[in-house]
């Protein structure tokens, strides 16, 4: 490699989008295996806190205990290095569960992007808070300064953006070029996301300009459309965990978004829980040959998710890392990425 490239490794830390899923094998137990993974090769995880349902699981007496735990998750792997930044699903503002135990969210809600400026800001500014008071017991000079919409769903991004740059977010890691999604209520779009490694962008996610939150998109790569097909029929759940993919337009959109998806097959998220580690190895490669004349050092942000994170994840995740060490590569997080880019 002609530069050095830094490894962001990230970690959507969540139940599922329509509320199902238990936090112990959906989220806790899962994310314990992936940071244990990235310890063991020097790796930092970032882990993308969706706070509005940890708020949510907070003012239910029924789930303290869950509430305790997660919380104690967090603060401890802050404390063996890794990283906590914001990730939000608007759906879960406001929730409350049923008599029979189950989470009543606005679906209505899914996109961030559909919201009007005032109800961004206000949600933007809830979640972050809820994720510094957090932290800055523990570490008082804590700021969040990343942010990844849930779904993916941030555009149209001139109102996300406006929110994230009036409370002092940096970084976006949402974009993921090449990739659409059709879905009915849960669509994004990223075929125009600038041929680069990295930018700064002020209303349009998609128009670099030299100003305004900088953008690390999650790589993208081609595989092969067999491989990647098998790798879309071995994925599953993480141990114990059980919950539902429903979204916003129910089963019928699901169908038609499968089939939108199923057109895109052989362009892929650089996604650490679904894919196989000859994939997240090649996606890498061609992402870093790609930019390879790129001056400064390029980040590298791979995605997975801790619902879907399953043994045969924990196989995949162990080989790439085997690999990227052995490339050179080194693990960081998102201000550390951004403080050796301006250093240049
Ligand atoms: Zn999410």
């Not at 699901?254 to 097959?265: E, H, I, K, T, V």
């Not at 196989?276 to 791979?302: D, K, M, N």
Request: net charge negative; hydrophobic share 40%.
């Amino acid at each position: 490699m002609n530069q050095p490239a830094q490894l962001i490794l990230t970690v959507d830390y969540e139940v599922f989008g329509d509320g199902s899923g238990q936090p112990l094998p959906c989220v806790l137990a899962s994310t314990e295996r992936i940071l244990a993974i990235a310890e063991s090769r020097g790796v930092p995880l970032t882990l993308f806190v969706e706070a509005l349902e940890f708020a949510a699981m907070e003012r239910e007496p029924a789930c303290q205990a869950q509430s305790a735990a997660v919380r104690l998750q967090l603060i401890e792997a802050l404390a063996r290095g890794h990283d906590l930044q914001l990730h939000l699903h608007p759906q879960w503002q406001g929730a409350k569960l049923d008599p029979a135990g189950n989470w009543q969210l606005d679906l209505s809600r899914w996109r961030i992007g559909d919201l009007p400026f005032h109800e961004v800001a206000d949600l933007v500014e809830r979640g972050r808070v809820w994720l510094e008071e957090l932290v800055r017991q523990q570490r008082p000079d804590y700021c969040c300064i990343a942010f990844r919409a849930g779904g993916w769903c941030i555009q149209p991004s001139a109102p996300v953006l406006a929110a994230l740059s009036d409370q002092d977010f940096l970084i976006d890691s949402t974009v993921a070029p090449g990739l659409r999604n059709t879905t009915a209520g849960e669509w994004s779009d990223f075929r125009d996301a600038p041929d680069l490694p990295f930018w700064n962008a002020d209303h349009d996610l998609s128009i670099p300009v030299s100003h305004g939150v900088w953008e690390f998109p999650i790589l993208t790569g081609r595989v092969a459309r067999l491989d990647h097909l098998k790798a879309l029929r071995k994925a599953g759940l993480a141990e114990g965990c059980q919950g539902s993919y429903r979204g916003p337009g129910g089963a019928t959109a699901r169908f038609f978004g499968r089939l939108s998806r199923l057109r895109q097959l052989g362009t892929v998220m650089l996604d650490f829980s679904t894919l196989p580690a000859p994939q997240l190895i090649e996606i890498t490669r061609q992402w870093c040959e790609h930019f390879a004349g790129e001056p400064a050092s390029l980040p590298l942000v791979a995605i997975g998710h801790s619902k879907n994170f399953t043994a045969t994840s924990e196989r995949a995740l162990t080989e790439y890392l085997d690999w990227v060490n052995g490339q050179g590569i080194v693990g960081t997080t998102y201000p550390d990425a951004l403080e050796s880019i301006r250093s240049g």
